[in-house]
C-alpha cells in the first residue's frame, strides 16, 4: 500500500514539473532566447544600426581663361589616390560656358554615373553647366579623373572630386534635391530624407569669392575657387557633409551677395 501511494506521488509531481517546464517555454523563458531575432536590440524593435560613410580625401581645380589663359580652361585633369573600404568617388564641374557642348567626366576612362544635370550660375534658366556624377567602389590606388568639353571659347570652369569610405554598395545615394533658381539671391537650401546611418553631402555651384555661411552641423570638405576677381568672383564649387538630424535633413548657405547660387543635397547611404 505504501509504495502505491509513493508511486502515485512520484507520477503526480513528474506531471507537474513537465507543466512548468512547458508553461515557462511558452512564455519565452530561458536566458539563450535573450535578443534573439535577426539582429534586433532589445527594446530597439529594428535592425542594427550601420556604419555611417567617412570623407577620405579631395582634389580640386578652378581657372579663369582671362586670368590665367596659360592654363587649360574647358577641360581639367585631377590625381586623386583611393584608398580604404566600401569607396564611393563623387565628382562636379561648374562653368561659366558650354551650354550645349559635349562635355565628358571619366575616372581612368570610365564615365561617371551623371546625377545632377542643372543650371549654373551664366546664361539664364537652362544653361545645365552644373553637373555632378560619381563611380562606385573605383579601383584602389591612384585614380585619374578628368572633365573635357568639345566647347573651345573663353570660359571658367571649376572641377572637384571627393572620395568617402563605408558607402553602401548596392544602393550608394539616395535621389538629389536641388534647390535652383536664375534670379540673384543670397542663399539657397535643401532638405533631404535621411536614415541615421547617412551622410549628406552638399554641392554648391556659385561664383563668388567671398562665400556665404553654412548652415549649423556642416563641415567644409572642398571648395574649388580660382581666387581671381575679388571682387566678385569666377565660377566656383562648394562641398560640405553634415551628419543627419532626424527622417530629414537640412542644408543651406546664407549670407551670401546677391547673385545666382545654386545647391545639391545628396543622401550618401552608409553599410548595413
Known amino acids: ?52 560613410p567617412t570623407f577620405v580625401t579631395e582634389v580640386h581645380s578652378a581657372t579663369d581663361s582671362a586670368s590665367a589663359p596659360g592654363v587649360p580652361f574647358n577641360s581639367s585633369t585631377l590625381p586623386i589616390n583611393v584608398t580604404g573600404s ?7 564641374w561648374h562653368a561659366e560656358f558650354g551650354t550645349g557642348a559635349d562635355w565628358t567626366v571619366d575616372d581612368n576612362g570610365t564615365p561617371g554615373t551623371e546625377i545632377v544635370n542643372t543650371d549654373g550660375y551664366a546664361g539664364g534658366s537652362g544653361n545645365h553647366l552644373f553637373h555632378v556624377y560619381y563611380w ?7 585614380n585619374t579623373i578628368s572633365v573635357n568639353s568639345s566647347y573651345t571659347g573663353a570660359n571658367e ?16 545615394l539616395g535621389t538629389p534635391v536641388l534647390d535652383v533658381s536664375a534670379t540673384p539671391r543670397t542663399g539657397e537650401s535643401e532638405t533631404v ?25 556642416e563641415t567644409s570638405i572642398a571648395i574649388a575657387n580660382d581666387g581671381f576677381h575679388t571682387q566678385d568672383g569666377d565660377a566656383s564649387l562648394w562641398f560640405a557633409t553634415k551628419a ?12 551670401w551677395a546677391s547673385r545666382v547660387i545654386n545647391g545639391v543635397g545628396i543622401a550618401v547611404h552608409g553599410t548595413t
Not at 566600401?86 to 562636379?92: G, M, Q, S
Not at 572630386?161 to 550608394?172: E, K, W
Not at 535621411?194 to 567671398?210: E, G, M, P, Y
Not at 538630424?245 to 549670407?255: K, P
Request: glycine share 16%; charged share 5%.
Open 193 to 217: 530624407p535621411t536614415v541615421s546611418n547617412d551622410l549628406v553631402l552638399h554641392v554648391i555651384a556659385d561664383a563668388l569669392f567671398t562665400r556665404g555661411t553654412l548652415s549649423n552641423g
Open 1 to 52: 500500500m505504501a509504495v502505491r501511494q509513493a508511486a502515485s506521488l512520484y507520477k503526480s509531481y513528474s506531471l507537474a514539473l513537465i507543466f512548468l517546464m512547458g508553461l515557462s517555454s511558452a512564455c519565452g523563458g530561458g536566458e539563450g532566447n535573450f535578443g534573439s531575432g535577426g539582429g534586433t536590440t532589445p527594446g530597439g524593435g529594428g535592425t542594427t544600426p550601420g556604419t555611417a
Open 136 to 142: 562606385l567602389h573605383p579601383p584602389s590606388g591612384m
Open 86 to 92: 566600401n569607396t564611393l568617388l563623387v565628382a562636379a
Open 157 to 172: 570652369l571649376a572641377f572637384s572630386v571627393v572620395l568617402f569610405n563605408n558607402v553602401a554598395q548596392t544602393t550608394p
Open 244 to 255: 543627419p538630424s532626424s527622417t530629414s535633413t537640412t542644408v543651406s548657405s546664407s549670407g
